[in-house]
């Protein structure tokens, strides 16, 4: 039986898509972007893209979520 080796890039986009259904809820969403020198890029999209609490969302909800899983990571930047 083969078994597949998850990379970081796969897990990240994992975690994505299990928050991505919270952010519609609150008429936005996430779009991952790119994984490079262990920097997450995505990009905030619908209510969250004009929102106050959007640092708070990317810091405190995304960023932390992947760090818990992907220890690796650095960061989580928004691009605008």
């Known amino acids: 039986m083969l ?3 998850m990379t970081s890039e796969d897990k ?3 975690i994505i898509n ?3 259904p919270y952010l519609i809820g609150d008429g936005g969403n996430v779009e991952f972007i790119k994984y490079e020198n262990n ?11 004009g929102c ?8 405190d909800g995304i960023e932390q979520a992947i760090k818990e899983e992907v220890p690796e990571v650095k960061e989580v930047i928004n691009i605008t």
């Open 18 to 20: 299990k928050l991505r």
């Open 3 to 5: 078994v597949m080796k």
């Open 39 to 49: 920097i997450v890029y995505i990009k905030m999209l619908g209510a969250c893209a």
């Open 52 to 59: 106050a609490l959007i640092d708070y969302t990317l810091k």
């Open 12 to 14: 990240i986009k994992e």
